[in-house]
Nanobody, 110 residues
Framework: VHLVESGGGLVQPGGSLRLSCVGS????????IRWYRQAPEKEREFVAF???????SYVNSVEGRFTMSRDSSKNSVYLQMNSLKTEDTAVYYC?????YGKGTLVTVSS
């Protein structure tokens, strides 16, 4: 199982970023996929979920601002993050099949 996240970076408050996660080594398209994040000195927390059929759910703090999607043809999932806030600053991890990727850093700062 191999998961690789990308798309992180530095963005101003109110800005947008799109994270990607590509999976390999397992039947990616048959698995629930989750995004987690870990802010400095905080525990890792759930952010978003997508089922193989495309059903999604989100933590309350990102509801209405983040959108998760998947592209089965590319073994990929995405996290579109809009109206970013400073408190969204964290390392974002993709999770599937009891495995995390190495993460991608999102920094929201003016």
């Amino acid at each position: 199982v191999h998961l690789v996240e990308s798309g992180g970076g530095l963005v101003q408050p109110g800005g947008s970023l799109r994270l990607s996660c590509v999976g390999s080594g397992f039947a990616f398209n048959q698995y629930d996929i989750r995004w987690y994040r870990q802010a400095p000195e905080k525990e890792r927390e759930f952010v978003a979920f997508i089922s193989p059929g495309g059903r999604t759910s989100y933590v309350n703090s990102v509801e209405g601002r983040f959108t998760m999607s998947r592209d089965s043809s590319k073994n990929s999932v995405y996290l579109q993050m809009n109206s970013l806030k400073t408190e969204d600053t964290a390392v974002y991890y993709c999770h599937a099949s009891n495995t995390y990727g190495k993460g991608t850093l999102v920094t929201v700062s003016s």
